[in-house]
């Protein structure tokens, strides 16, 4: 999660029996070889000849974009600290990414996540990228994503079916967007999925990197109080995604300056300065569609454990009604 996850939310999250990823997102090298080692300290894998039990995620289109030795530089720093796992998303040339990483990987190679939006882009990853897990991510989903996504019910189905009967290889499959609780995680693995991934939720713990400000707003947000815009992109300066990729967060008065064509001139001053005040109105949350059931911050470690409880129940629960 750009922005918002670094070493330690990382590392609890893999405390607590998940898997976390430090995002590489738009920071310089030296940033992320902070976190990494960040993580190092916090986890129990603490050697440096011992593969490191989380992962780290690249946007494609900022790896596209910037000069190569840069670009390879921030992959080779998660090669060298031994991550189990990349994970990579939005950008038209992956395959080259994913190369440097499996060309350029010590005896065992990491792990590829793949997040997607359709069917075509997850057979892409699969077939051609040979993705080693793939995250099917529904329009819901809080942060950016592919703003012709569907549902999340419906693109795991479209994503399970084709792979159970069109191909010989069965891909591990992860559920992404709007979930907010172990019930919505025991829904997804009835329906295919291996597991699930949660971004907004772990907004809402001490070690993201968001403000207190920010999981306030969290906290008071319902579920209808999201949209997907471009409306922070153009604010805060960040306008190269690939076409029909967005990103959802809280609506406040950005959006809809934005929606009514409010010169960005106007929009940037009063998003810089509403950030710098932490204003509501103002300011960035990404946040998906769950959020109106997160009603509290806690340790991630411990976050993980409360979802898994209630991911376990959900299943009990079901078990016995049948
Ligand atoms: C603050 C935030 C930042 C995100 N940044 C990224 C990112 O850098 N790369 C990416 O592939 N997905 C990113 N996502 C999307 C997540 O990978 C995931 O699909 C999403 O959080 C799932 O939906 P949920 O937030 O409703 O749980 C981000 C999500 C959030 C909330």
């Given at each position: 999660m750009a922005g918002a996850s670094g070493g330690a939310l990382a590392a609890q999250a893999t405390n607590g029996g998940g898997f976390g990823f430090i995002s590489a997102g738009y920071q310089p090298v030296e940033n992320l070889i902070d976190e990494l080692s960040l993580a190092r300290s916090l986890l129990e894998t603490r050697r440096s000849t011992e593969t490191l039990p989380i992962g780290v995620g690249y946007l494609g289109w900022l790896l596209d974009k910037m000069p190569s030795e840069e670009s390879e530089s921030l992959l080779n720093a998660a090669l060298t600290a031994n991550v189990q796992a990349f994970w990579f998303s939005f950008g038209s040339d992956l395959g080259r990414w994913i190369r440097h990483v499996r060309e350029n990987s010590s005896a065992k190679s990491p792990l590829v996540f793949i997040q997607v939006n359709s069917l075509e882009e997850a057979i892409y990853a699969v077939e051609i990228l040979k993705a080693d897990i793939i995250v099917a991510q529904g329009i819901?989903?809080?942060?950016?994503?592919?703003?012709?996504?569907?549902p999340l019910y419906n693109l795991l189905r479209d994503i399970t079916d084709h792979f159970s009967v069109g191909s010989s290889h069965k891909p591990v499959v992860l559920a992404a967007g709007g979930l907010a609780n172990g019930a919505d995680i025991a829904f997804q693995l009835t329906r295919g999925a291996a597991g699930a991934v949660m971004g907004t939720r772990f907004l809402l713990t001490p070690?993201?990197?968001y403000t207190d400000a920010q999981r306030q707003a969290l906290i008071a947000a319902k579920s209808e109080d999201t949209a997907r815009t471009l409306a922070f992109d153009h604010a805060r300066g960040t306008i190269d995604w690939p076409e029909?990729?967005?990103g959802r967060g809280l609506r406040n008065d950005?959006?809809?300056?934005?929606?009514?064509?409010?010169?960005?001139?106007l929009i940037q001053s009063k998003f810089i300065e509403g950030t710098r005040m932490q204003d509501r109105k103002r300011f960035l949350v990404w946040a998906g569609t769950g959020v109106g059931?997160?009603?509290?911050?806690?340790?991630?470690?411990?976050?993980?454990?409360?979802?898994?409880?209630?991911c376990a129940q959900q299943l009990k629960l079901s078990n016995v009604k049948k």
């Open positions: 819901e989903s809080g942060g950016h994503g592919g703003n012709y996504a569907p070690e993201c990197k029909g990729i967005d950005t959006v809809s300056d934005f929606e009514q064509d409010v010169s960005l001139a059931l997160m009603d509290h911050i806690m340790p991630a470690k411990e976050a993980v454990k409360e979802l898994h409880q209630e």
